[in-house]
């Protein structure tokens, strides 16, 4: 104990913390501007840390091998796992259809799900999980999915400040202050204080996120006027599950992204805005809507092709046997002026056309095989290896996307997707495996059981995020060898020394908030945990409020996409820039600092 009363002190600035300092400042400078892309930051961190000898390449290389980075990896591959075989679907829907089309009904339902989760499981799963599930919301509803991430990232942060399980940081604190002699943490010792903290805090992005956020356009989602709908004409079978449901208003339209034209039967057409009908067997329906969307009623058997009379009918994706392909009709294509159910294309061996893009024109009271092709018409269509190479060597067409099953979803797998995430929850947040063995395992789990294959698992992976990640962990490293955290930690405290405790309590806790906006908050808390007891003892005063001040302190870390993993998971989703963090951060630090620093010695007396 001695030995931290002296370092608190603290003592010259040497070479090596004077230029550590200088590269922590071109690297606040250059995410802040964005003169450089977040990766290439990343990596320029890590280079110049190397040039000027403060790390050796060891040592600076040691994010590669640090579990942070890795299981964030792991995670984004677990995540994609999840989207591409549709495992989240029943909970979007849930939370599509309780939001209604209201952007503060979305808000609240994602801060309630997230919150109540991140209070007692791993914080960062649980934000990957909702990240999908709020951007297929941003979708469906026309939101921007800027206006919700930063907040889900937010209360998860939050929650985890409500229990000692919520995030790794609060058993660090525990720990770290039990070898020094204190009493460790409860389970809900901190809930006393964290729950009040977290529904001011929700409450406030609840009100104010909409106002402080900004409107990107997320380069990960497409938006909702994407014209990549396509008409169909589908059939009702004898065994359809959808005979006798309303075509309106029904389970089929209650689907996300299908619109529902007409209903053809006999020589019939139906006004489905005047006409309440119920579903028959032959009956032909005309929709429009997704490729994913639409292959999935196809590989459930409640819809048909009319053409699957033949012997080529459609065939279950996802086996390896076909492919769904875009084919363009060019100019001068034989093709232009056909009925789409002449098409010579149709008798091809193994085709079947699925559906058609035709740009700003409405479809109504017309059979979608009587539509004559026009130049710019994209068709979808299944074909195998053999009738793919004969469409290729016609003029007729132009082939846009040879493998369009690569983005529709695998739901079939969607059951073991679920499986596999739901036990690496169980198994981290029952302490039986650490997170990074967790995700690891699920991420590997997901490829073996085919819910992704090993180039989804690659493309899933954001690694501008590791990378930034990686450079950030390898700057902290240099701070702690340099001594330049315990030099920064002093020198502010220093300015304190003859205060009261309160006072220096509120200044522990502002800067474990500060130093963990650029250090991670698990060193950050290990930093100043036992500079925190020392000060407690020089004062005569219990220690407690300090350690539980450095609990909160080092969760409070809103204003960079640095200072949390959760941050840096939604910052490329959503389009963020750096000083975006600000916007809502600072009110969000404001908001837990101070109410920690107002009630802590409420609850835990000097």
């Known amino acids: 104990m001695i030995r931290w009363t002296i370092m608190y002190q603290g003592g010259p600035v040497t070479p090596d913390i004077l230029i550590v300092s200088l590269i922590l400042l071109a690297a606040i400078i250059l995410l802040v501007t964005e003169r450089f ?31 942070a980075p890795l299981a964030v990896a792991a995670l984004f591959v677990v995540s994609y796992g999840l989207v591409r075989t549709g495992a989240l679907n029943f909970v979007s829907r849930m939370v599509i259809r309780y939001a209604n089309g209201s952007r503060l009904k979305l808000m609240l339902l994602t801060l309630l799900l997230v919150g109540t989760l991140s209070a007692f499981l791993n914080n960062t799963p649980v934000v990957v999980l909702f990240m999908s599930i709020v951007m297929t919301a941003c979708v469906r509803f026309g939101f921007t ?12 942060i939050l929650a985890g400040t409500c229990t000692l399980i919520g995030t790794s940081t609060n058993i660090l604190v525990s720990d770290v202050a039990a070898g020094l002699g204190a009493a460790p943490i409860t389970m809900f010792e901190l809930s006393i204080l964290g729950v009040p903290i977290a529904l001011v805090g929700g409450a406030f992005m609840l009100m104010f996120s909409d106002f402080l956020l900004p409107a990107h356009d997320s380069p990960d989602i497409d938006s909702p006027s994407s014209p990549e709908l396509y008409l169909s004409e589908l059939t009702i079978p004898a065994d359809s599950s ?36 119920m579903l028959r067997e032959d009956d032909l329906i005309l929709v429009r809507a997704s490729a994913d969307e639409i292959t999935r009623l196809l590989d459930q058997r409640d819809v048909s092709l009319p053409s699957c009379s033949k012997p080529h009918c459609f065939k279950a994706l996802h086996s390896g046997v076909s492919k769904l392909v875009k084919v363009l009709i060019p100019s001068g294509s034989k093709a232009r002026g056909t009925r789409l159910r002449d098409l010579y294309l149709a008798d091809f061996e193994d085709v079947s056309i699925v559906g058609l893009i035709r740009r700003h024109e409405h479809y109504s009271w017309r059979k979608g095989n009587s539509q004559r092709l026009k130049v710019g018409d994209v068709l979808l269509v299944q074909v195998n290896e053999a009738s793919l190479a004969t469409i ?8 846009l996307d040879d493998d369009v099953v690569k983005d529709i979803v695998n739901w079939k797998r969607a059951p073991i997707a679920m499986v596999i995430f739901i036990a690496m929850i169980i198994a981290t947040a029952s302490g039986f495996t650490d997170i990074l063995t967790a995700s690891f395992a699920a991420g590997f789990a997901m490829i073996l059981t085919n819910c992704l294959n090993i180039s989804d698992a690659y493309r899933a992976v954001d690694v501008k995020v590791i990378m930034l990640i990686i450079g950030t962990i390898a700057l902290g490293s240099a701070m702690q060898k340099t001594g330049a955290d315990a030099y920064y930690a002093h020198a502010f405290l220093g300015m304190f020394q ?12 502002l800067l474990t908030s500060l130093l963990s906006h650029f250090l991670s908050n698990n060193s950050t808390a290990v930093l100043l945990v036992p500079i925190a007891i020392a000060t407690a003892q020089t004062l005569n005063v219990d220690p407690r409020p300090f350690i539980i001040g450095v609990a909160f302190g080092a969760s409070a870390c ?40 107002l009630f802590i010695p409420k609850f835990w007396p000097f």
């Open 37 to 67: 892309t977040v990766d290439v930051t990343g990596i320029g961190i890590i280079v110049v840390l190397m040039l000027t000898g403060l790390l050796t390449p060891k040592e600076a290389m040691g994010g590669f091998s640090n579990p």
């Open 145 to 156: 999915p800027s206006k919700f991430l930063i907040p889900l990232s937010y209360i998860s």
């Open 242 to 277: 959808l005979i006798g449901e309303k075509p309106v208003k029904g389970r089929l339209e209650s689907r996300p992204g299908i619109k529902i034209y007409e209903v053809y039967r006999g020589q019939r057409i139906f006004r489905l805005d005047v006409t309440r009908i």
């Open 392 to 399: 290729r060597e016609e003029d007729d067409f132009i082939i």
């Open 498 to 509: 003859d205060a009261g405790p309160h006072v220096i309590l509120t200044a522990f806790i």
């Open 558 to 597: 809103y204003a960079t996409p640095i200072g949390y993993q959760t941050n840096l998971i939604v910052y490329g989703p959503a389009g963020y820039r750096f000083a975006d963090y600000l916007r809502l951060g600072l009110p969000m630090v404001a908001i837990v600092c101070g109410g920690a620093a």
